[in-house]
């Protein structure tokens, strides 16, 4: 049974920071491409950044280039979403999700874990 659980959410003042994990289990870490989503209330989910199996290839939403960094340890079997210089319009529930290939598409992976809160206050 794969699971995909955040951590790291919460509360933080516009330009903190705050790093979000995501620990898989029950798949093959190693072999699954990884993404973190975003969704806003009232809003549609939207992609925010993808790494590749191995950490060589990452893509980023615009919104979001020059202030997160998505990377994965692979020996923990864990994906990272560094969040700086957070706006209140970063305010959503993140999802790490897993895939078969770096896609900026949600449609491209097949778990996804059950999110986490961040809130962004100004």
């Known amino acids: 049974q794969v699971q995909l659980v955040e951590s790291g959410g919460g509360l933080v003042q516009a330009g903190g920071s705050l790093r979000l994990s995501c620990a898989a289990s029950?798949?093959?870490?190693?072999?699954?491409?990884m993404g973190w989503f975003r969704q806003a209330l009232g809003k549609e989910r939207e992609s925010v950044a993808v790494i590749s199996r191995r950490g060589g290839s990452t893509d980023y939403a615009d919104s979001v280039k020059g202030r997160f960094t998505i990377s994965r340890d692979n020996a923990k079997n864990t994906v990272f979403l560094q969040m700086n210089s957070l706006k209140p319009e970063d305010t959503a529930v993140y999802y790490c999700a897993a895939g078969k290939i770096a896609t900026m598409s949600e449609y491209d992976y097949n778990y996804w874990g059950q999110g986490t809160q961040v809130t962004v206050s100004s």
């Open positions: 029950g798949l093959i870490f190693v072999n699954s491409a």
